[in-house]
């Protein structure tokens, strides 16, 4: 079992930045792929950025040049730099592990950001 735990969200302006972080509970991070979701109330969740093992990124296409995704194998976490904040991106934001060698995903808890008019 892994255990994930993001921080970082909380409330900022429109225009605003946050960065978000993630810690897994668990060696083997190095070889997950890791991703950033956000959900909104009655609505999917929806990819917002991911990194694969080998450092590549994809980024939904409402964020590119916005958001940063990162992560640092050694301290086993994952980042998310969030620039130029809108207030349609007000969601709960889940930090998101792919192990394929273990052919499980976990989740984490969620952090609520919100982006005031």
């Known amino acids: 079992q892994v255990q994930l735990v993001e921080s970082g969200g909380g409330l900022v302006q429109t225009g605003g930045s946050l960065r978000l972080s993630c810690a897994a509970s668990?060696?083997?991070?190095?070889?997950?792929?890791l991703g950033w979701y956000r959900q909104t109330p009655g609505n999917q969740r929806e990819l917002v950025a991911r990194?694969?093992?080998?450092?590549?990124?994809n980024y939904a296409d409402s964020v590119k040049g916005r958001f940063t995704v990162s992560r640092d194998n050694a301290k086993s976490t994952v980042s998310l730099q969030m620039n130029s904040l809108k207030p349609q991106e007000t969601a709960v934001y889940y930090c998101?592990?792919?192990?394929?060698?273990?052919?499980?995903?976990?989740w984490g808890q969620g952090t609520q950001v919100t982006v005031s008019k």
């Open positions: 990194i694969t093992s080998g450092g590549s990124t």
């Open positions: 998101n592990a792919q192990y394929s060698s273990m052919g499980r995903e976990f």
């Open positions: 668990r060696g083997g991070f190095r070889s997950a792929t």
